[in-house]
DNA sequence: CTTGGAATGTCAACAAGGCTGACGTATTGT
DNA sequence: ACAATACGTCAGCCTTGTTGACATTCCAAG
């Protein structure tokens, strides 16, 4: 990889093969930081990762189907349906018969699983405020261009979707 | 959380719950953009993520031992030794005895393991480089910025010795 | 020279969380 | 009446992580 002079004639330098490189691993080692603490908050109570996934965006989205959140989790019935029927037998989530179609299932947390939702939301904020504050409005700024440009077209659809009912 | 006049007084609404989940969904639905493309190009081989990682890795840091890609991925020994044996017997990886102490193995990508290296890389940097391509140079200093500040300590350590080896 | 401990390899067993395929059931819309 | 939709579920498979136990090899200190 010779480190010629940069291609496009002016500051394309972050465009470096070696800049890219970094990108790839920062983003590998933050995601390792960016779930571990909901990891280690869930690994005593028989849930993992899928579980808080589910949680989050059941929170996010109450009253969201089955289909729907399988769509935006990017998995099948099948492995959706195994944490689901998790989180309703201990009784974090609870599904109603759709009043409209009553074949759907729409998808609320109860209270106890909206406080378990606050307990891991509450420790995953903590380390991306603590990470926002470091860096500081610009960067933060920065950090969501990037990652929305890094997204697939669905991934977008569902994260800016998301992002209408809530506040922007 | 009341949303209030802004507690710092000024525009800290980037510190927003609101923002910070924002922030913790684009890091969920990225992620999934981030190794679609080289979880497409190994699904064929009989390889998965973690192949890739270990090759990433070794192709990064040549003659690294065992023991130090344990401590950067972050796996037990046996879940690496496990890959590392895939590659070793499909002919992409070597493994040579440590000069100075044998019983260390260093590991080395082979010409058929760096060119498989290239391929996931070049597609994995192709995504990365339209991502910073569109957001553009002052974005992608901040997208870096937050992701370092998101590491845990040790995977920050990791990541900057890395760091030195290359370019920057 | 012996021995403790480090570095590595390997076997076995297990769990989480993906997947496919197949099938059943309720419900809806045509 | 019938096809399609939404959902649940059983069965089986794969990858990738985990522990625990044990063997080997080898460096280095006593």
């Given amino acids: 990889m010779a480190e010629g ?6 500051s394309l330098l972050f465009l470096t093969d070696e800049q890219l490189r970094k990108g ?8 390792r930081g960016f779930t571990s ?3 280690r ?3 005593g109570k028989d849930m993992g990762r899928a579980h808080h996934r589910a949680i989050h965006f059941i929170h996010r989205s109450p009253g969201t189907t089955v289909s729907n959140l399988m ?17 309703i037998e201990t009784g974090l989530v609870e599904a109603r018969v759709g009043r409209r179609d009553r074949r759907e299932r729409h998808l609320y ?8 939702e606050r307990e891991l939301s509450d420790a995953q904020r903590e380390r991306m405020r603590a990470a926002y504050r470091t860096a500081g409005p610009v960067a933060v700024a920065g950090f969501r261009q990037v ?7 669905e991934s977008r659809r569902h ?4 992002a209408e009912g809530g506040g922007q």
Avoid at 24 to 31: S, W
Avoid at 71 to 87: D, F, P
Avoid at 147 to 153: K, P
């Fill in 147 to 153: 990652l929305e440009a890094m997204m697939d077209e």
């Fill in 109 to 116: 947390l109860t209270r106890e699983g909206a406080a378990l």
């Fill in 37 to 39: 603490d909901p990891d």
């Fill in 5 to 10: 002079a940069p291609p496009g004639g002016q």
């Fill in 71 to 87: 769509a935006i989790l990017g998995v099948t019935k099948q492995s959706l349906n195994r944490v689901l029927r998790a989180l």
């Fill in 159 to 162: 994260y800016e979707t998301l």
């Fill in 24 to 31: 790839i691993e920062a983003m590998f080692f933050a995601y």
């Fill in 41 to 43: 908050i869930l690994e």
